[in-house]
């Protein structure tokens, strides 16, 4: 059986599930979009081409295995865009966690029903109903788990919130052991300079004590402040409103030095090798343009300390 084993963002890599970018079917309409991004360049005709994101991920997928991590890939589902794999589930410690994700995103599961017949049932928990999350939005962090969601009135007027409160309850109850945080994140159906579409998308551990953080992603002030102690203030690398729009604090962490990073993100990736880190700067901008980047498009699944 399968080992699973995620008590961090950022410890060595062994497996990851990486999605694909292949045959993600035509262009959506406007009325199809279900992030404000994507409508943008929809509706500007500049949408990502599968040839181009191909290529990103291909270059996604030699970075891993030039470290030696083993890297699962979804099964092609024709017509179906499976590049951000992250959201359909995710693991916390030893468990797998089956989320409710969007209904017509619900298909992607089909594609890697394989690799979840390696693991141990007993390992693999699933929300209720009522219970919504999206892997984006949940981050295990040694003991602690970071999680982004919206209050009823949010989740119910905004489709760019993918985690509830019952979601928020439902990892409390299951990781007993593990201490929630949860953040209400700004949210925007119309302008992506506006919304945290996940709370990868505002804030991302990195190293052993470090982390990239957009303030004006988070509702209450308090949780930023939270976050800033957390870490410590001179270990937070904060990025301004147009670095959060281009994706910059959802870079990925293969082991607590090495990073890989879109390589349009100049100011963020000099400050990381300053900082002492290695970064593996890849071209990941098509990609970008889905609200989506490099933590969205991987479901770590074994990491070792």
Same mark, same amino acid.
């Given at each position: 059986m399968f080992k699973l084993k995620i008590q961090n963002e950022t410890d060595v890599l062994e497996a990851v599930l990486l999605g694909t970018a292949r045959s993600p079917g035509p262009v959506p309409s406007v009325k199809e979009a279900y992030d404000p991004k994507s409508r943008y360049y929809i509706e500007k005709g500049e949408y990502p081409k599968e040839d181009a994101m191909v290529i990103e991920m291909t270059a996604f997928d030699e970075v891993l295995k030039k470290y030696d991590v083993q890297v699962y890939r979804p099964e092609v589902l024709p017509d179906v865009n499976q590049i951000f794999s992250r959201d359909i589930y995710f693991v916390i410690g %030893?468990?797998?966690? #089956?989320?409710?994700?969007?209904?017509?995103? @619900?298909? &992607?599961?089909?594609? $890697?029903?394989?690799?979840?017949?390696?693991? %141990?049932?007993?390992? #693999?928990?699933?929300?209720?109903?009522?219970? @919504?999350? &999206?892997?984006?939005? $949940?981050?295990p962090w040694n003991g602690h788990v970071f999680v982004g969601y919206s209050k009823p009135e949010d989740f119910a007027k905004y489709e760019v919130s993918r985690t509830n409160e019952a979601g928020v309850d439902f990892i409390v109850n299951s990781f007993k052991d593990w201490e929630v945080h949860a953040f209400e994140l700004n949210k925007s159906d119309i302008d992506p300079r506006q919304n945290a579409l996940h709370l990868d998308c505002c804030f991302q551990p990195i190293g052993k004590d470090k982390a990239i953080l957009f303030p004006g992603g988070f509702k209450n002030l308090e949780d930023v402040e939270f976050l800033v102690h957390f870490f410590g203030k001179d270990n937070i690398i904060e990025i301004d409103r147009e670095e959060m729009y281009n994706?910059?604090?959802?870079?990925?962490?293969?082991?607590?030095?090495?990073?890989?990073?879109?390589?349009?993100?100049?100011?963020?990736?000099?400050?990381?090798?300053?900082?002492?880190?290695?970064?593996?700067?890849?071209?990941?901008?098509?990609?970008?343009?889905?609200?989506?980047?490099?933590?969205?498009?991987?479901?770590?699944?074994?990491?070792?300390?």
């Open positions: %030893d468990k797998l966690v #089956i989320p409710n994700i969007l209904k017509h995103r @619900r298909r &992607e599961t089909e594609a $890697v029903q394989y690799l979840l017949q390696e693991i %141990d049932p007993d390992q #693999i928990i699933r929300m209720p109903e009522t219970a @919504r999350a &999206e892997g984006g939005d $949940v981050m994706m910059n604090s959802n870079v990925f962490s293969i082991s607590p030095n090495v990073i890989v990073s879109e390589n349009k993100f100049e100011r963020l990736n000099s400050v990381l090798r300053q900082k002492g880190f290695t970064v593996e700067s890849i071209s990941y901008g098509e990609i970008s343009k889905q609200e989506g980047l490099l933590r969205c498009s991987t479901m770590p699944l074994r990491r070792r300390s």
